[in-house]
Structures are given as C-alpha cells and as structure tokens.
Nanobody, 127 residues
Framework: QVQLVESGGGLVQAGGSLRLSCQPSARTVSTLTMGWFRQKPGKEREFVAAIAWNGGDTIYATSVKGRFTLSREIAKNTLYLQMNSLKPEDTAVYYC????????????????????WGQGTQVTVSS
C-alpha cells in the first residue's frame, strides 16, 4: 500500500510563493503517475496538475498554468508543486495523488483515475 506524505502548506500573502512536497512510500515517483488536486471551501475537489511517471509530460489546469510548476527529485523520491503568483482564489486544501496507470495525453484529470491519496495540506492566500 502506497502512502503519500504531503508538506509545505501554509499562509502566504497574495503574490507570494509556496512549494508543496509529496513523498510516496513503497513506490518511487518514477513508477507512478502523480498529480495534485485541491478542494476549496464549499466546493468539490478539482484537478490542479499531473506528471507522467517518466517526468516527460505534465498537464496543468487552466487556472494555474504559468504560475504552478511540477517537478520531481528522484534522489529524494519527492514530487514538488511550486506555486508562484498566488491568488486568494488558490486558497484550498491541496491533495497529492498517485496512480499505477501510465499517463497519456488528456488522462489523469479525474479523481477516479488515481489509486492513492495524501491527507491534504492547507494553503491559505491572504489578500
């Protein structure tokens, strides 16, 4: 069973940056399709970004494209979500997710496509 441990959330002013981290246990980031989702207060969980197991493909939600960047550090078995130019509307609980299935163009945008989930980390952006 893969467990995902997230860290890096917090409170930041609008325009600031945060970096979220996600470490899977029992599997390496290079063998999983990994993604981030977020859930805003009173809303359903929504897709943020995903990266293929080989790191060669990434996809971002329109709302974060150009501001958020996925990366991986294989030696530390860690997935990162660098969030820049944060806006109050980015306030949400952010969830790391991982899937055993391989990424292909347009895939892994839905929760049902993921097998494992982290506990979530709160990101609050003040105006």
């Amino acid at each position: 069973q893969v467990q995902l441990v997230e860290s890096g959330g917090g409170l930041v002013q609008a325009g600031g940056s945060l970096r979220l981290s996600c470490q899977p246990s029992a599997r390496t980031v290079s063998t999983l399709t990994m993604g981030w989702f977020r859930q805003k207060p009173g809303k359903e969980r929504e897709f943020v970004a995903a990266i293929a197991w080989n790191g060669g493909d990434t996809i971002y939600a329109t709302s974060v494209k150009g501001r958020f960047t996925l990366s991986r550090e294989i030696a530390k078995n860690t997935l990162y979500l660098q969030m820049n130019s944060l806006k109050p509307e980015d306030t949400a609980v952010y969830y790391c997710a991982a899937a055993r299935s391989p990424y292909y163009s347009g895939s892994h945008l839905r929760e049902i496509e993921y097998d494992y989930w982290g506990q979530g980390t709160q990101v609050t952006v003040s105006s």
